[in-house]
């Protein structure tokens, strides 16, 4: 149901001004923005997500993916309507690239709600953020976590990081991991292929990093459109020396979607750049790759800690508090 939205001022001609991402959206009265879910009702900015759940599961960590956080957990999974991106090649067009009101499917629950059937999942760790862009229904999304982290559930969130940093900011404290997706190293790319900017997600990165929440990163590898290789070794060379050699890195096999229909990405070119991005960062994992097992040995003593087949993990490696079985070293603590 519409409810009043944050992080926005009205002019005195009922116009609204939204700062929630960095499109800052100059919304006319009966108009929405450019994630077409957020819209001004009589000079009050509404959003119209709040509630509405497209798509629940209960998910693999790793299908977020998250490799480093809680490996082998699984997490209730949520998704609404709406992003403040318009990528060609968008994934989860169906939700992302539509409005909730357009929507046949739509299920209201409130946090509270969401909170009680998060709680009854048996050998769940918490709630995660995801499907499409949860930064739309920010609203939503921090009211949930904040009653998340008061039940001692985990909360992830799975994004694009085009947010501004006063809201991330207000975020970062009721939210344990983030899996961003850096589209591409290329301000021309994320202008013309997903209408907005690199600089600013590059800045959510280091805002996140700073808070020493988890963060991992992943980037959809797409033949001709960011596998060039110097902007790619650039990119990975700037996490490296941004945000720590130690963070995640995942490489993902694009195939063709939505508006898309370039040829999927070739193993080859997945290698190459594995190859490339392991000169620079410590964990480099690819995603996407049919019948490829991805695991994970301690950099200390290199014992085998996680085995990753599809969605089949183990963790024969860790002992209960994340450590290594064999030398002790920490790989993930548990926050
Ligand atoms: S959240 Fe939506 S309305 Fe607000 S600035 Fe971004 S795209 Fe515009």
């Not at 480093?68 to 939700?95: A, E, K, R, T």
Request: include cysteine; glycine fraction near 6%.
């Amino acid at each position: 149901m519409p409810t009043e939205a944050l992080w926005y001022h009205t002019t005195d001609d009922h116009t609204v001004r939204c700062k929630l991402c960095p499109h800052a959206c100059i919304i006319k009265e009966g108009e929405k923005g450019i994630c077409r879910v957020r819209k001004n009702d009589s000079g009050k900015l509404l959003t119209d997500v709040y509630g509405f759940v497209s798509a629940m599961n209960l998910d693999p960590i790793e299908k977020k993916p998250l490799y480093h956080y809680y490996p082998g957990s699984s997490v209730l999974s949520i998704g609404s309507y709406g992003c403040n991106l318009h990528c060609s090649f968008c994934q989860n067009s169906s939700i992302s690239q539509s409005e909730a009101d357009n929507s046949r499917q739509k299920q209201y629950f409130t946090p509270e709600q969401l909170i009680a059937l998060a709680m009854n999942q048996p050998g769940n760790l918490g709630i995660a953020f995801t499907y499409n862009e949860p930064i739309v229904y920010y609203e939503y999304m921090i009211d949930t976590a904040r009653m998340a982290k008061k039940a001692g559930l985990k909360t992830i969130m799975v994004t694009n990081g085009f947010i501004n940093p006063e809201p991330l900011d207000e975020l970062l404290g009721f939210t344990d991991a983030f899996s961003v997706d850096l589209k591409a190293f290329s301000e021309e790319f994320y202008r013309k292929v997903t209408s907005s900017r690199l600089k600013p997600v590059l800045e959510a990165l280091r805002q996140i990093r700073k808070s020493g929440k988890h963060l991992e990163i992943v980037n959809l590898l797409i033949p001709g459109l960011n596998d060039d290789e110097p902007a790619f070794t650039e990119m990975v060379k700037w996490i490296a020396a941004e945000l720590g050699k130690e963070t995640v890195f995942h490489i993902s096999r694009y195939f063709p979607q939505y508006k898309l229909t370039t040829v999927a990405t070739s193993p080859e070119s997945i290698r190459k750049m594995e190859s490339i991005a392991r000169r620079h960062l410590t964990w480099v994992y690819t995603g996407n790759m049919r019948n490829e097992t991805n695991d994970t040995y301690c950099i200390v003593c290199n014992n085998l800690l996680i085995t990753r087949f599809l969605y089949n993990i183990h963790t024969p490696g860790l002992n209960s508090d994340g450590k290594c079985s064999v030398c002790g070293n920490y790989f993930h603590k548990k926050t």
